[in-house]
């Protein structure tokens, strides 16, 4: 899969920008994908320089830049502190993350991320892994099945969609995307049927691939990697994702919980870059629809974290 087709990086200049690169510093890539925002990444930096990218996805290798300055790392970046201590790395000086799912996992219909087409229920992220998107859609008890739709795909009445599921299933097991399409049919409204099925589908991932604990196992490790006045660029593109990153860079944790010094003054490991989340320009959302639900968001590490 070529690098250019697999995924368009989103924001491309404002994630470099705020990363403020220096020539000789050492930077991650959290999420390299089709390698975008990494090739960028090397144009700024000097001989002295050297990037680390990861991937869960053995598809994404293949993107992987030939530069001496570049090394890929074949790992969730949940384990990001520990790829890192194997390489001897101890601090950085800047880390990037854009938690889209890259373009290339929508197109590759085979992989069933997209509820357009017919294909495996799948849904890993990391293919060499074992449970699918099936193996939850048929074996989630009612119950488990509701929570997941009401918290990660944020939809109402998911009892309802549940049931719809079940019934299915009763019948014969959920094996492809078109017959979980058909399976929640009776609970789709009509004029949102693609909206509806987004966030369906998005649940399912989210739940399958255990993105919010990555990401939270991710951002904690995140903060004791940085070296002071380094900067943390991360992009979101759902309200979960973005909430979890806001309360974050505004507190150091993921509750948003403001810890207070013995005078009572509020602490806080970072210094916020951006006040507001960055959003793509019109001409950007034009060119590139897939951005238009992205949200930037930047602090430094200070020093006395």
């Known amino acids: 899969m070529a690098a250019e087709t697999y995924h368009i990086p989103v924001m491309l200049e404002e994630c ?14 959290l999420t390299m994908g089709g390698g975008g925002h990494t090739r960028e990444i090397l144009k700024h930096l000097g001989p002295k320089g050297h990037l680390y990218s990861l ?4 598809d994404a290798a293949a993107n992987a830049p030939d530069d001496e300055r570049h090394t890929f790392v074949a790992s969730n970046f949940r384990f990001v502190r520990g790829a890192m201590r194997l390489r001897g790395v101890e601090q950085v000086d800047g880390i990037l993350a854009d938690l889209g799912v890259s373009s290339h996992h929508f197109d590759a219909k085979h992989r069933g991320f997209s509820f357009r087409g017919e294909a495996l229920l799948d849904m890993r992220m990391n293919t060499r892994g074992g449970r699918t998107a099936a193996d939850i859609v048929n074996t989630y008890t009612n119950d488990a099945l509701s929570r997941i739709f009401a918290e990660y795909g944020e939809l109402d009445t998911t009892w309802k969609i549940a049931n719809c599921i079940e019934r299915a299933r009763d019948l014969k097991p959920i094996t492809t995307t078109a017959e979980l399409v058909e399976a929640v049919k009776p ?46 660029v991360i992009m979101s593109y ?56 992205a949200k930037l968001r930047v602090a430094e590490k200070t020093d006395n974290a």
Request: net charge neutral.
């Open 16 to 29: 470099i920008e705020h990363l403020a690169i220096k020539p000789n510093g050492t930077y991650i890539d």
């Open 238 to 293: 759902h309200s979960l994702e973005d909430r979890l990153v806001k309360n974050f860079m505004r507190s150091g944790n993921t509750e948003g919980r403001i810890e207070k010094d013995f005078f009572g003054r509020a602490t806080t490991p970072f210094k916020l870059i951006s006040r507001k989340a960055i959003i793509p320009t019109d001409e950007e959302i034009a060119r590139n629809p897939r951005s238009r639900s």
């Open 55 to 58: 991937d869960q996805d053995p």
């Open 187 to 232: 609970c789709t409204p009509p004029k949102d049927e693609a909206k509806f099925l987004t966030k369906l589908f998005q649940a399912l991932r989210i739940e399958l691939n255990g993105e919010i604990e990555a990401l939270k196992m991710a951002l904690e490790q995140s903060l004791k990697l940085l070296a002071p006045e380094g900067r943390l």
